[in-house]
T-cell receptor
């Protein structure tokens, strides 16, 4: 079963714009991770934020975590056509394995 | 670090046939995971190994599925008597840690089509 739900399911923006996608989850977590998947390929880890952290940055990525609302957001700034992919949040909590959401399909138009 | 390798990349089979997939994790990674992903969905956990021991199996893993990791190196996932509902991408991932919730390194997956 999916622990997280990403919102929106699909997002289309112009190159250079910022892209924001959200993740909500149901149970308490130890950390939350974001992964990227290009079509037909495996997932690539982007960033991990622990439950005691509120914000984290990595290059053009900014992740926030609000444990009181059980939600996280991923912001990609100055998007590029190469950012076109599906983005998944994954949570680690009482279950020992990572549990993934259903993903946001991001399309960046040149 | 050569990455997680999965073979084959694509497999087309007829209903009722058996199929076997192989995963070679990053060397010295203790943990190895199998996930299944259907179109438009996120990966769903199937099973994981700590070295050669299979420590957890999802309810998704029916008795037609079996996984092994002999000697704690590569792993195989076998599906017997395949059904059309088995059509999916099968992803393998590995992790170097013995802790929980750390990042996973994924292979490119095996896309299974059951006709």
């Amino acid at each position: 079963s999916q622990q997280g739900e990403e919102d929106p399911q699909a997002l289309s923006i112009q190159e250079g714009e910022n892209a924001t996608m959200n993740c909500s989850y149901k149970t308490s977590i130890n950390n939350l991770q974001w992964y990227r998947q290009n079509s037909g390929r495996g997932l690539v880890h982007l960033i991990l934020i622990r439950s005691n952290e509120r914000e984290k940055h990595s290059g053009r990525l900014r992740v926030t975590l609000d444990t009181s609302k059980k939600s996280s957001s991923l912001l990609i700034t100055a998007s590029r056509a190469a950012d076109t992919a599906s983005y998944f949040c994954a949570t680690s909590g009482s279950a020992r394995q990572l549990t993934f959401g259903s993903g946001t399909q991001l399309t960046v138009l040149p | 670090d050569t990455g997680v390798s999965q073979d084959p990349r694509h497999k087309i089979t007829k209903r009722g046939q058996n199929v076997t997939f192989r995963c070679d994790p990053i060397s010295e990674h203790n943990r190895l995971y199998w996930y299944r992903q259907t179109l438009g969905q996120g990966p769903e956990f199937l099973t994981y190994f700590q070295n050669e021991a299979q420590l957890e199996k999802s309810r998704l893993l029916s008795d037609r599925f079996s996984a092994e990791r002999p000697k704690g190196s590569f792993s195989t996932l076998e599906i017997q008597r395949t059904e059309q509902g088995d059509s999916a991408m099968y992803l393998c991932a590995s992790s170097p840690t013995t802790g929980w919730g750390e990042k996973l390194f994924f292979g490119s997956g095996t896309q299974l089509s059951v006709l």
